[in-house]
């Protein structure tokens, strides 16, 4: 293959972005390598020695090499969940007597880490809304040392006002760092867009398959290496059976985000002229409050969308036990279509109360876009709506 393939376009870069010099006699995929340790070579750092723990075997080394390429950063780690990337990444650039501001709608996950665990270790943190800059400026502190924000925030989609945020952080010295799960390196690029370190649940639309639980941090050296010492430290790396899967389903990333960018955006349309449904979140729809900014920003908008049915919480739940193709099912961004009432799932986390507040109405919805025909899918949707 040609040498320069940073040059080469997404698609093909999923398929030929090896790291030069790996060989491994001449097999077309990676191999897994079953070893927990390897000989020692000459003296070296603690984390340079070859270990799976120190996510450094020829499969850790190809993957960060891919995914370093697919988002166009300096350099990325895997890990052994979304969350482990998320809290490992928190816990090596926060230290007790900083201040972090949060956007206020995120993953259910990463909101009981911030809330409940890192004011233990005297880490503070308050929430801002994310597509009104002007917030920042009110909630922020003397020790404000970073913001954390999501590129499309779960479940609600809504998108930060990205140009005001990094122009905000830039000038009082924060770090940004953004949860890239639902956008994916397809649709955006946080690195290029100014962002210093992105997240991912590579469980969802990077692996693709629902079958492996996976992380990725990808970004700005100078925050990877410290963020790499505390993962060495705290454990959490990809076993190499996830990281061949996760390899595997990364090839055809660039293929299934465009065909989950093309359905949900059809599925949105259909929901929200039905007379049954009283709304829908998503950000390819005109209706949606920051439509124009995600149009700017992203490829596409993803596969994830929410709603809500005139008829309430029984209207949701009889909907979603008729729904057939879509499984009901937590999790997101699989060949299959997936699912799921979010006050009951992924931010069960957080009080009614704070749920109510940022619009997670228990009656709300959440559809993961899968890979099965659009028409089946619209078919499917019609008949449950017409069931209620
Ligand atoms: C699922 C998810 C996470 C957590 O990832 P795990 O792989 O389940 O640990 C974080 N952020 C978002 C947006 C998610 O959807």
């Known amino acids: 293959m040609s040498n320069n393939k940073t040059a080469m376009h997404f698609d093909t870069k999923t398929i030929h972005s090896k790291p030069e010099g790996m060989d491994f006699s001449?097999?077309?995929?990676?191999?897994?390598?079953?070893?927990?340790?390897?000989e020692y070579g000459e003296k070296a750092e603690y984390d340079s020695i070859k270990y799976a723990r120190l996510n450094n075997t020829p499969n850790h080394d190809v993957l960060h090499h891919m995914l370093t390429t697919l988002e166009e950063a300096e350099s990325a780690l895997v890990t052994s969940s979304g969350m482990s990337a998320i809290s490992t990444t928190l816990l090596a650039l926060l230290s007790q007597?900083?201040?972090?501001?949060?956007?206020?709608?995120?993953?259910?996950?990463?909101?009981?880490?911030?809330t409940q665990d890192l004011p233990r270790f005297g880490i503070t943190f308050d929430f801002f809304d994310a597509a009104n800059a002007e917030s920042l400026k009110s909630k922020m502190k003397k020790n404000t040392k970073a913001i954390y924000l999501?590129?499309?925030?779960?479940?609600?989609?809504?998108?930060?006002?990205?140009?005001?945020?990094?122009?905000f952080a830039k000038k009082n010295n924060l770090i940004t760092l953004i949860d890239n799960t639902y956008t994916t390196p397809y649709n955006f690029k946080p690195a290029v867009a100014g962002?210093?370190?992105?997240?991912?649940?590579?469980?969802?639309?990077?692996?693709?398959?629902?079958?492996?639980?996976?992380?990725?941090?990808?970004?700005?050296?100078?925050?990877?290496?410290p963020i790499g010492k505390m993962l060495n430290k705290l454990g959490g790396c990809l076993d190499t059976h996830a990281c061949?899967?996760?390899?595997?389903?990364?090839?055809?990333?660039?293929?299934?985000?465009?065909?989950?960018?093309?359905?949900?955006?059809?599925?949105?349309?259909?929901l929200k002229e039905h007379s049954a449904v009283l709304g829908v979140n998503y950000p390819g729809l005109k209706s949606h409050?920051?439509?124009?900014?995600?149009?700017?920003?992203?490829?596409?908008?993803?596969?994830?969308?929410?709603f809500r049915l005139k008829g309430g919480i029984?209207?949701?739940?009889?909907?979603?036990?008729?729904?057939?193709?879509?499984?009901?099912?937590p999790s997101s961004g699989g060949v299959e279509s997936l699912i799921t009432l979010p006050a009951f799932t992924t931010h069960a986390f957080m009080t009614a109360e704070s749920r109510n507040e940022i619009g997670i109405t228990d009656d709300l919805i959440r559809l993961s876009v899968g890979l099965e025909d659009e028409s089946d899918l619209l078919a499917d949707l019609k008949n449950a709506l017409e069931k209620i």
């Open 26 to 38: 001449k097999a077309v995929n990676t191999p897994i390598f079953q070893s927990s340790t390897y």
């Open 97 to 114: 007597g900083d201040h972090l501001l949060v956007q206020s709608c995120i993953y259910g996950g990463t909101y009981g880490f911030i």
């Open 150 to 167: 999501e590129s499309i925030s779960n479940p609600m989609m809504r998108v930060p006002n990205f140009s005001s945020v990094i122009d």
């Open 195 to 225: 962002i210093d370190v992105s997240l991912h649940s590579a469980t969802k639309q990077l692996n693709g398959h629902s079958d492996i639980i996976a992380g990725a941090i990808i970004g700005k050296n100078q925050y990877l290496k």
């Open 244 to 270: 061949y899967l996760l390899e595997r389903g990364l090839k055809t990333l660039g293929l299934r985000v465009r065909q989950q960018n093309q359905s949900a955006l059809t599925i949105a349309e259909f």
């Open 289 to 306: 409050p920051e439509h124009d900014l995600a149009k700017k920003l992203f490829v596409g908008f993803g596969g994830m969308l929410s």
């Open 314 to 329: 029984s209207a949701a739940e009889k909907f979603v036990k008729n729904v057939k193709l879509a499984l009901h099912a």
